[in-house]
């Protein structure tokens, strides 16, 4: 929130990453790395969630037992993503930015620190940050926060319902433009 709102649906292309590269300021889906949401949606499922499973057979639905999740990508293999104090801006490699995706209503950091993403890991957050068990949330209560990119199973391109919210998500991308490759 405010990018995607409860009971909107979004496309997910599953070239990325692979034929098309994902970058920073993506919003990307994944499997839940470590546990982050608690429980099995396919233990007792809804009927919503036998839909899902009878779609994900085909692929046009992620697999529920999977547990995906949906965040804006941050940082990359060998970033530093540094928040120094509570309410401050977020810092990739040295680079202030400047989030016009994020809930305004709040402030880019909830908690501050300072990490390198190690080789072969993402580093995500929400844009609703004092809303979102994100990276940073997880680094903090439990001392990770890295998703692995095996974890990537691609990038959200659009809102396609409701009909009235329709519209992409690349926008931010333009975010991250003036941050170096490497700390």
Avoid at 17 to 46: H, K, L
Avoid at 106 to 112: A, E, K, M, R, Y
Avoid at 113 to 118: G, H, K
Avoid at 158 to 180: K, M, N, Q, Y
Wanted: aromatic share 6%; net charge negative; with cysteine.
């Amino acid at each position: 929130n405010p990018t995607l709102l409860e009971n909107d649906k979004i496309l997910v292309s599953k070239l990325s990453p692979g034929v098309f590269d994902i970058q920073r300021g993506d919003v990307i889906v994944f499997e839940d790395p470590d546990d982050w949401i608690p429980g099995d949606a396919t233990e007792d499922p809804t009927p919503r969630v036998r839909l899902m499973m009878a779609l994900s057979v085909v692929g046009l639905a992620p697999d529920p037992s999977q547990d995906h999740l949906v965040k804006r990508l941050i940082g990359m293999p060998g970033d530093r993503v540094v928040c120094e104090d509570e309410g401050a801006q977020l810092e990739v490699n040295g680079v202030a930015l400047d989030e016009d995706y994020i809930n305004q209503a709040n402030s880019p950091c909830q908690h501050p620190f300072d990490i390198t993403v190690p080789e072969g890991d993402v580093w995500v957050m929400g844009d609703n940050r004092h809303a979102s068990a994100d990276s940073a949330w997880h680094h903090v209560h439990d001392g990770d926060g890295f998703v692995p990119e095996d974890n990537i199973t691609g990038k959200a391109e659009i809102i396609f319902w409701p009909a009235g919210r329709w519209s992409g998500l690349g926008e931010g991308r333009e975010t991250f433009e003036s941050v170096p490759e490497q700390p």
